[in-house]
């Protein structure tokens, strides 16, 4: 059967039985990228919800369930996608050889398969805590009407950001057991970095989507699409940003006075988040770089928008790791200040050198 155009050379499909194959490409195991974006959203809500209290084993194992149900529920949700948009798949170029667009297995074989496949995500839901299990509910029905968005509002990509990073706010309940003011920012964060990427993704399909009706932030923006995305992309990191800043500033002043932190002062507060700040800080500049070299990218030529989309796994990962290192930076400083003699050690060594202004 022939590969779409955007599916990716020599995956995992041209190893697997012939007739696997169909069910794995209405998946899209050809196109790894969406189990990469759906999941690391869970991650950095993980990694934002352990600010406050550092990574134990159980990160682990909730590690491996967002691994099992990114793969489960995005291919489900790609299966709901392509059985309501057949008809329209098969007029557009790069979409025409779906499996369900130029019938290489029926309505009915894909239903079957969607069904599989949420067997496995209700296996993955009934594994996490239990509040977290209804917040993952509640984005049941954002699944359900992302298919039908493009044909009613110009706006389906943020539709897409506000169901694809919900994913924000399970992995964070489901270390924390509630959701916070910085889990909801850093949803938002995430939303506006999908609106940018899905934008660029959009931008290869214009032409196609023009001709049949399809709406898309691409069309609507037109030639100011790269200066859209730019500003998308800001946002984004600002908010990023504005997120961790307000976990840490609340996980420390709910510190204060409490047993094991007697010594915590509030005057001492902005150089702690400061420092667990920096920490995270050069990470977090490489994704925000990696996020202007693509909106330089397009505008320059004619660039390869499936290639740029691509790359936002990178940008993903990096604010893993810039989350991550805030997480230990704080469990670090937290050992040294309750542990040590602060006022000797880093008063005298090292903070009055970075902050003189303050004493």
């Given at each position: ?46 990694a934002l919800g352990r600010i406050g209290e ?17 793969i489960a529920m995005r291919g489900a949700g ?282």
């Amino acid at each position: 059967m022939p590969q779409p155009l955007d599916a990716i050379p020599n995956s995992i499909i041209d190893q697997a039985p012939k007739s696997w194959r169909p069910y794995l490409q209405l998946s899209r195991f050809d196109r790894p990228i969406g189990f990469w974006l759906l999941g690391l959203p869970c991650v950095m809500g993980q990694a934002l919800g352990r600010i406050g209290e550092g990574f134990a084993k159980y990160d682990l194992f909730l590690l491996a369930l967002w691994l099992l149900g990114a793969i489960a529920m995005r291919g489900a949700g790609c299966t709901i996608n392509d059985i309501i948009d057949r008809d329209i798949d098969a007029k557009v170029e790069r979409t025409k050889n779906r499996p369900l667009a130029c019938g290489a297995i029926s309505t009915k074989q894909a239903a079957i398969w969607l069904g599989v496949q949420l067997l496995v995500g209700l296996g993955v839901l009934l594994a996490l805590p239990q509040m977290a299990q209804l917040v993952a509910l509640c984005a049941i029905p954002l699944v359900i009407a992302y298919p039908f968005m493009k044909r009613i509002t110009w706006w389906p990509q943020a539709w897409l950001g506000i169901t694809f990073n919900w994913g924000v706010l399970v992995g964070y309940t489901a270390v924390t057991g509630t959701i916070s003011l910085a889990a909801v920012v850093f949803w938002l964060g995430a939303v506006f970095w999908t609106l940018g990427y899905d934008t660029i993704y959009a931008m290869s399909d214009v032409d196609d989507d023009a001709l049949i009706g399809v709406k898309s932030t691409a069309r609507r923006f037109g030639d100011k699409a790269p200066m859209w995305v730019g500003w998308f992309y800001f946002v984004s990191m600002t908010l990023f940003a504005l997120a961790a800043w307000l976990e840490l500033d609340s996980i420390l002043v709910s510190r204060c006075g409490s047993p094991g932190y007697e010594t915590f002062s509030y005057t001492e507060l902005p150089k702690i988040s400061a420092l667990a700040i920096y920490a995270g800080l050069p990470a977090f500049a490489l994704a925000a770089l990696h996020l202007y070299k693509q909106k330089k990218l397009l505008g320059y030529g004619s660039p390869d928008f499936i290639a740029i989309f691509r790359s936002n796994r990178t940008v993903g990962l990096r604010i893993v790791v810039a989350l991550a290192c805030i997480v230990f930076a704080l469990w670090r400083l937290e050992h040294i200040y309750v542990s040590w003699e602060w006022n000797n050690f880093l008063r005298g060594l090292l903070w009055n050198r970075c902050f003189p202004e303050i004493y």
